[in-house]
Every structure is written in C-alpha cells, then in structure tokens.
C-alpha cells in the first residue's frame, strides 16, 4: 500500500489544485470539494496500522461521483467545457486518493496523469508570473509523488541528480519554447466565476467613483516610437448616448468598421502594444482612432475595439492608432445652427437618423434647459459653445470624489445646488447642454493617462485612472471635450492622490502595504518583473516567432558562404559531445549502483521488496505469485548468492543476462 507520507504529498498536491483552480468553480461546488479532502484526513493521521487505517468504499465513492455530476450538468451547464472537465478530473483524484487500497498501483499511475493535466488547466486559468511560480512548486511536488510512488520503500529523492539532469534539459526546453508552433486554442476558455471589472454598460454619478476605490491594474502599454503627450493619453472604451434621466447607456447600434484606409499625418500615428488583464467583457482600450488592430479584434463606427469573446486572461495586442478627432460617417451632412437663431430661411434639415441617438433627452431639468438656451445664443459654433461651457464650469464648481447624492431633477440639482461632483458628473451636465442646444454628443468612458513604470519604459493603468468625458460633432468630426479640466486642470499632469483632500486619500489608499513606502517599492518591482514576464513570456505569439525565425534564416544564408563540410563537422561535434557526455555519465552512475538495489529497481514493475525481507525471501515471493517464471527466479538467486556472497565477480554479466530473462518471464500469461 502506498504509504501515508506520500499519501499526504498526494493530498496537499489535490488541495493545492483545488485552490489554484478555485476560478473554474462555483462556490456549492468549491465547498463540497473541500469537504471530500477534509474527509481524508481521518485516513492520514489515524492511529491504526496502515492496512486497518479506514478507506472509502467504491460503493460510497461511485454514489457520492453520480450526486455530484448531477448537479454540476444540472446547475453548471452555462460554465463551459473547460471548467466542466477541470470539475470532473479533480473529483475524481479526490475519490480515488480517497479509496487507495494494497492493490493501488495501477490507480497510482493513473492519478499521477490527472494530476499533471490538471496543474496544465492552472496555467491556463491564470497566466501571471506569481502563478507560473506557484504552479512550479507544484510541479515539483507532483514530481516527487510520481518518484517515490515507484521508488523502493525507504527511497529518498535524488535530489542532485534531477538538478543536474534539469540543467542538461534547459536548452531543450528553451529550443521548443522558441520554435514549437503557437496553435489556436482548442476551445474557448469560458467566462470566469469571478465578477467584472473594469467599465460596464451603464453610467450614472457615482459609478466611476467606486472603480475609482480600486487599485487594481487594467493594462500595460509599451509605445513603439516616441511616446504620446499627457493631453493625448484618453483610452477609449465605451460609448454611452442614452439617457433616461438619471444613467447613461450604451447602444447596440454601432456598426462594424475599418480605418486602416483613413489619410493621417505621419506625426499623429503611434504604435503601441496592450497587455490587458482580465476583466470578463469583450471591450479594450484604444487611443483616438484604430488604425491596425489584430484579426481577433473588432472596431465600430464608435471607433471603439472589441474582442470576440469576453476577455478572461491576460491578453496582447499590437495596436496603431491616429491621435486624430474620430470621423463621422461618411457623407453625413450636418451643420449646426443656435437654436434662438433658426429662422424660415436658415432652418436646417431634418436630423438624419444617425444622429437622432445623440440629441435625445428626456423630459425635465428644466433649468439646464435655460441655461443651453442662453449659452447657445452666445456661440456661432459647437466649439464656441463648448468653450461657454467650460467658462461656466470654472465658476463656483468642485472636484470631488465625495459628492452630496443626487435626486430628482438630478441635472438641475447637480449644476444650480452641490456644484460638486466627479468626472461622470461633468461629462453627464455637459453633454445634456449640448444636446438641449442642438449639438449632437455623447460621454466617453475609459482611462486618462497612467503611470510610467521602469524609467518610463511602459504605462501602467489602473482602475483608479478611470475617467468619463464629452465628444461632440462639428464639422463632420467627433471631437473631444473634458469637463473635468475646466474644474481642475491638473487632472491631466497629476495623479489622483494630488488632487484629492486627506480623508479622500485615506479612503483610496486603504490597504496598510500601499502606505509604507518599502513595501509600495517591493510591489512596483514584482509588477515590474510581471510585466515583463508577460511581454517575453506569453507575449511570444506567432508574430514575434515569426521575426526570430526570419533572423535566424538570415544567419543562416550568411553561413552559407562559409565551406558546407567544416560546418557539418561543427554541428556533428555539438550534436554529439552532449551526448557522449550523458551517456559516459549514465555508464559511470550505473557501474557504481549497488547489486541490490539494482536487482530491486529490475523488479518493481512486477513487484516491490519490503525492507524486512531478504532478497532471497523476496525472490521466494515472486516465486509464489508467478508461477511460470520459477526456474528463472531460481537461477537468479543463485547467481545472486554467489556474487554477494562468495564475491565471485565473474558472475555479474550472467546476472545481468538471468534478470533480464526473468523480466521476460514475468510478463509471460500464468
């Protein structure tokens, strides 16, 4: 029987993958699992001998996997094939562990295989650097299980010979890291259990202030060439044009669309790479107007980016945007006339229906509405009047992250009595006087700027940068308005810490860590190294492969020029040698083995010697349970007791040549 130490080493692999995949479950599901191994335990610490200890009978364990199974198809049907599989393997490596017998070997070799595909589903739940550590050190403990399974009883683990062996293999692993084909998943991986994040479909005031609370990172940038300017840093993300009174949302109008064709200036191009964490919905995050995006992504008339599945692992992508006011459809005609000003002869045309969405209001906030009116009558052009706006927000109006709640004719109350509010606050005030003054607009959700991380080497972004702000239309373009800068401008160049009072700071910065100045620079090097594990690592998509493999062709054609055969003999030497050397190695390891232990390991697939036997004993046993290898176990034990014994060495190849025909004889049917 397999004994309780390694069983404990099995149990705390199961727990470990339990905990790393907790992700793909459910919390019903994640409780019972827990219990069934907290249900092992009266075996690993029993006081009985270790064949009295108390195991699960397959009965139970048949009854308890057809409950389980039932109410996973029953409630976990929308979870996805993946995470459906990861239940189905784990509970069965729970049960089997749970019911090992003296007859398990055959259950141990078949647990070993679950377990390694199962640390496989980790990495492919969570690719972060933390977890690629994690999942070796659970690896490594698999591994251990799997040797100490087969090794004899009171084995140790080979600790310097695996690392030794490991670092003749890096080169290997590091070959087919670069080379090995980057295939398309075989299935998409299914939504997460865990909630959104990020921006969602609605606007009202206060949501962007409660993403604002969070400190949790939503992307990395690395910009090709020179890296755009602190008023150039809006990442778009969601459009919201409709409004009921109280909330923005967004449309399901949008169209696909391609820019790749528009004429931009060189100077306003930019390149740049995302790495978008997480965030289980399908929109990403862009400057001005996507130029060249991957073929998995999507862009709209809104000029927005979309992914075809919601996001639920760390992804890149190689991005090129115009840092240019987004174009309107093409030929759509609109012009723009003060309401006050309209007359018999100016009155302008019918409004096309794609731009109806972006001049409805609901009925009421009735002073707002007297106060577009007589901003209008000031202006001769949408930017005029956004610059009356603006003006008007300078006078009397606060930032802040605290605002007094909101009732009724929220609009109203918001621009005539608190006077002070966040960025969702401006931009919803703002676009309703443009939209009751007849300019078409819309509020943009998304990022404003980031931190440069690493001597400004990438842009981290997190949900704190969150960021709500106005796109109008004049002259056939939608163009840019922040509110928020009108109220404080430092928005722009400052963090969110600067700007906010000390009791709104010591709302953001709740967690102890964030405010000891060791442990911030502690975490900004782990994210450092995150990063850049997610560039060179996960990153190394087709693309990048592609590139190395041009390189190493023109390497190649340069080599060309030297003499064919001195390069055949360079490469059979490099061939070779290593392997000599492995060899030589294993020749020399083998030679020192001592004659017991080899003739054990020899042995074990058929049977393992217990340490209080002899191995004469021990072949007498073999003898009894294979019958029709007698006469083999027979001469072998003679020559076994003359080379131990009488230390007649002579006698070791004929040994060597017997065991080998006992292993033949072993397989042979009784």
């Known amino acids: 029987m397999l004994s309780s130490p390694l069983q404990l080493r099995l149990w705390l692999v199961q727990l470990a993958l339990l905990v790393l995949l907790a992700d793909a479950f459910m919390l019903w599901s994640l409780g019972i699992y827990a219990m069934l191994l907290l249900a092992k335990l009266p075996q690993l610490y029993s006081p009985q001998p270790q064949s009295l200890r108390p195991v699960w009978s397959l009965t139970l364990s048949n009854v308890m996997a057809t409950l389980i199974v039932a109410a996973l198809l029953l409630f976990n049907l929308s979870g996805g094939l993946l995470h459906l599989m990861i239940h189905f393997l784990l509970l069965a490596a729970i049960l089997r562990l749970l019911g090992f017998r003296n007859n398990e070997l055959a259950d141990f070799r078949q647990l070993n295989w679950v377990h390694y595909f199962l640390i496989a589903c980790c990495f492919i739940l969570n690719q972060s650097l933390a977890m690629a550590l994690l999942i070796f050190a659970l690896l490594l403990l698999q591994l251990s299980c799997h040797y100490l399974g087969f090794a004899a009883n009171g084995s140790r683990l080979p600790l310097n010979n695996a690392l030794k062996l490991s670092l003749w293999f890096v080169p290997l692993w590091l070959g087919l890291f670069l080379v090995f084909p980057r295939l398309s998943p075989l299935w998409q991986l299914p939504l997460s259990q865990q909630a959104t994040t990020g921006l969602g479909d609605e606007l009202n005031p206060g949501s962007i202030e409660q993403l604002v609370e969070s400190d949790e990172l939503a992307f990395r940038v690395e910009f090709s060439g020179s890296r755009p300017g602190p008023a150039e840093l809006y990442w778009r993300a969601r459009i919201y044009d409709q409004f009921d009174g109280r909330s923005w949302r967004m449309s399901e109008r949008a169209e696909p669309a391609r820019f790749d064709g528009l004429r931009a200036p060189p100077p306003s191009i930019t390149g740049y790479r995302l790495v978008a964490e997480p965030h289980q919905q399908r929109h990403l995050f862009s400057l001005g107007i996507p130029l060249q995006v991957p073929g998995d992504l999507r862009v709209n008339t809104q000029g927005l980016l979309s992914t075809r599945q919601p996001l639920s692992q760390r992804s890149s992508f190689n991005l090129r945007s115009a840092l240019l006011p987004l174009p309107s459809e093409p030929g759509l005609q609109y012009s723009w006339i003060a ?158 810490d600067q700007l906010l009072s000390a009791a709104e700071l010591l709302r953001l910065q709740g967690n102890w860590a964030e405010r000891m100045a060791w442990s911030k620079r502690l975490l900004q090097q782990l994210e450092d190294l995150d990063y850049y594990w997610s560039r060179w690592v996960l990153g190394f998509d087709t693309d990048r492969q592609q590139d190395l493999l041009a390189t190493l062709k023109q390497w190649l054609q340069q080599l060309q020029l030297l003499d064919w055969r001195f390069l055949m003999k360079i490469l059979l030497v490099l061939l070779t040698l290593p392997l000599l050397l492995l060899a030589l190695r294993h020749w020399q390891q083998r030679r020192r083995q001592p004659i017991p232990l080899w003739l054990q390991q020899q042995l074990l697939p058929f049977a393992r010697k217990s340490p209080e036997l002899t191995m004469q004993q021990f072949l007498r046993q073999l003898s009894s349970s294979f019958p029709q290898a007698q006469d083999e176990i027979r001469a072998v034990d003679e020559s076994y007791q003359r080379l131990m014994f009488a230390e007649e060495t002579t006698v070791l190849p004929q040994l060597k040549r017997q065991t080998k025909q006992l292993r033949k004889a072993l397989r042979r049917p009784t």
């Open 339 to 496: 309401p006050a000003r309209i007359t018999a002869k100016n009155r302008p045309a019918k409004t096309p229906p794609s731009l109806a969405q972006y001049l409805a209001l609901p009925d009421g906030n009735p002073e707002t509405r007297a106060l577009a009116a007589k901003l209008a009558s000031e202006a001769q052009t949408p930017q005029a009047l956004v610059a009356l706006i603006g003006r008007h927000l300078q006078q009397g109006y606060r930032y802040t992250l605290t605002p007094p709640p909101l009732t009724g004719q929220q609009i109203d109350q918001f621009l005539f009595k608190s006077q002070a509010g966040f960025c969702s606050h401006y931009a919803s005030a703002t676009s309703f006087i443009l939209r009751a003054a007849g300019v078409p607009s819309r509020i943009v959700g998304g990022y404003l700027g980031g931190e440069w991380r690493d001597n400004a080497s990438y842009l981290q972004v997190r949900q704190r940068d969150a960021h709500a702000w106005v796109e109008y239309l004049q002259d056939g373009q939608w163009r840019r308005f922040d509110p928020t800068l009108m109220v404080e401008p430092d928005r722009l160049n400052s963090s969110l």
